[in-house]
Each structure stands twice: as structure tokens, then as C-alpha cells.
């Protein structure tokens, strides 16, 4: 009887998830606020890159990608390297405190250190970074001020990694790898950040009509994980590099939330005023302890002439993809 009762009250659990999971999934584009102003990051006479953002304490620490503006946006295959910078506000402006990681002679990161995500995993914290577009490791720390402990090989060989930790501790983490010419999404998963990482789905393209892409950010939401990511040909919302946003349930099959641009090149900001860019790539999402989304950072570049690339900040407004807040995912 005692199983019975047991069973029925499992079916009950996955009727009511799948209740909860059925409906539509909404755009983030809907809670998109205007861009602050003054808020952001900037430096004079460097490129900004990369954005990654995280709180500790009262403080929220941005770890980005930098090299000097005078080597243009090319500069970041040789000179790129990851800094960190801080500010009380969420939206910024953030103030640089120091360079983090720099290429080293003789190891797997030797040409340049770029596409960095920083995650909380246990009591360290998690850097992952890239070197070439096959290539990504990670550095780790006790403290977010460091030291930070690199790892001495290749872990994942792709680039443009979105890691997330699940709430038993298992990382999954989303990149970028060329097969062919086409750039198609993988994953890895490990039991732990300084685990074995192992391919998910024999590294095919888990994205929908074999879609190309670049530069995702990851989150979950009870156990759904949402991307925005860059739609590198428009395969998804015909626009080039625009910004596309897919959900998962299993992180193996991923789904298109729409075919509308997330994002584009055009930014609002809060006193009225409008910027084109001429690239706006590279976007972070930041999700607070209880799963809200809170903001929204993209990498901006002005048009020619108009000064160096910078990290734009959008607030996002009562965002819950599928209605559902779930459980804390840090």
C-alpha cells in the first residue's frame, strides 16, 4: 500500500512540473530596460571584452577581457588578457582593481588569455578561460582576490565557455567549436570543477537546424537552463550576430525561445539618448541567489572613430523565462 501511495505521489510531482514547464517561454527581450549611462565599464586607451560578473559580499567583481586600443579589436589574439575590475552597484560603473591572468611561456595559454567566466563552485571560486578556439582551462581560488591556481592543460577543447554549476555541485559548461567551417555549440560536464570533463551527446551540435553560434551565457532556473548567445550567420533570427535566446530541460537538446532578436546592435540608454555599435557581442547574464535574472551585459564596440570598445549594461525587470522561480542554483 505504502508503495502505492509512493508512486501515485511521484506521478502527481511530474504532473504538476510538467504543468508548470508548459507554458510558453518568454523572450528576455520583453524585461530589457534602457542601458545605464554612466554605468558599465570603460578604460581609456583599452578594449573591453568579455564581460563576467559576480557578487561576493556587498561588492560585485567584473572579470573581463582587455589589450591596448592601439592594436584595434584585432589585438585580442596576441595582447588579451583577463582583468578584474569592482563596484557597490550592480549596473556599475566599475573601477579596475587588477590584471588577473596574463599568457605564460610553455603552457596550454601561451597566445593570449580571453573569454573568461567566473563562477562560485564549493568554497573556490572558478575562472575559466580560453586560449586558442580549441582550448579553454580554468584558474581557481579560495579568495575572489586570489592567488589563482591555473591549470596546466587544455580541459575542454572549445572556446567561448558558458559554465554553470548545478546545485549538486557538477559543472555543465557551453562553448564554441568549429567543425568543418561551422560553428556549432558543445558541451562538457564533471562531477566537479577539478574533475574529468567529459562531451555531452558525442559532440554534436546541440543547437536546432544545425544552427551556428558564439559567445553564450548560461543560467538555470529550477532545472532548465536558458542561453543567449550571438546568432553568428542570423541562422535563427536573421540578423547577424543578433542576440538569440534557447532553453534546454536535459542541457543535450536545446530549443529556440523565439526567432525575434533578443538584442541588436542599437542601444537605448536611460537619458533618452541612442548608440549604434557597429558590434555588440559577448553577452553575460547575471542571475542573483534566488534565480532572478537582474541584468544583462553585453560587449560594445562605437562606430569608427568613436572611441574603444566597452562593457554596456542593461537592468532587466521582472524576468521569469517560464513563470516559475526555482531553487537557488549557487
Not at 555531452?200 to 544552427?211: D, H, I, S, T, W
Request: aromatic share 14%; proline share 5%; charged share 20%.
Amino acid at each position: 500500500m505504502r508503495n502505492k501511495i509512493t508512486t501515485v505521489f511521484i506521478i502527481l510531482i511530474i504532473i504538476s512540473a510538467q504543468n508548470v514547464f508548459s507554458q510558453e517561454i518568454k523572450s528576455m527581450k520583453v524585461a530589457i530596460q534602457p542601458a545605464i549611462k554612466n554605468g558599465g565599464f570603460s578604460m581609456d586607451d583599452y578594449m573591453l571584452w568579455c564581460p563576467s560578473v559576480i557578487k561576493v559580499g556587498k561588492t560585485y567583481h567584473m572579470f573581463a577581457s582587455r589589450w591596448p586600443a592601439v592594436y584595434g579589436m584585432a589585438g585580442w589574439t596576441t595582447h588579451s588578457e583577463i582583468i578584474r575590475a569592482t563596484s557597490s552597484n550592480l549596473y556599475g560603473p566599475y573601477t579596475f582593481q587588477e590584471v588577473v591572468i596574463k599568457k605564460r611561456d610553455g603552457y596550454w595559454d601561451n597566445e593570449r588569455v580571453h573569454n573568461p567566466r567566473v563562477v562560485k563552485s564549493g568554497k573556490y571560486f572558478v575562472l575559466y578561460y580560453s586560449s586558442t578556439s580549441g582550448e579553454t582551462g580554468y584558474a581557481y581560488a579560495s579568495s575572489i582576490n586570489g592567488p589563482w591556481i591555473r591549470s596546466n592543460n587544455v580541459v575542454m577543447t572549445f572556446s567561448n565557455v558558458a559554465p554553470v554549476v548545478k546545485p549538486d555541485g557538477s559543472i555543465y559548461a557551453l562553448g564554441r567549436k568549429t567543425v568543418e567551417n561551422h560553428r556549432i555549440a558543445q558541451a562538457y560536464s564533471a562531477k566537479s570543477f577539478d574533475g574529468k570533463y567529459s562531451i555531452v551527446k558525442g559532440g554534436e551540435n546541440l543547437l536546432p537546424e544545425n544552427a551556428q553560434f558564439e559567445d553564450p551565457t548560461i543560467w538555470l532556473n529550477g532545472n532548465i537552463f536558458y542561453v543567449l548567445c550571438s546568432d553568428l550567420n542570423g541562422d535563427l533570427t536573421g540578423m547577424r550576430k543578433a542576440g538569440a535566446q534557447y532553453y534546454s530541460f536535459d542541457g543535450e537538446i536545446f530549443k529556440s525561445v523565439t526567432t525575434e532578436p533578443v538584442y541588436t546592435k542599437t542601444v537605448t540608454f536611460d537619458d533618452n539618448s541612442t548608440e549604434i555599435f557597429s558590434r555588440r557581442e559577448r553577452p553575460f547574464v547575471y542571475v542573483d541567489d534566488n534565480g532572478q535574472v537582474q541584468a544583462l551585459f553585453t560587449a560594445c564596440l562605437p562606430a569608427k572613430g568613436k572611441g574603444s570598445s566597452r562593457i554596456v549594461v542593461n537592468p532587466i525587470k521582472d524576468y521569469l523565462p517560464d513563470g516559475y522561480l526555482g531553487v537557488k542554483t549557487k
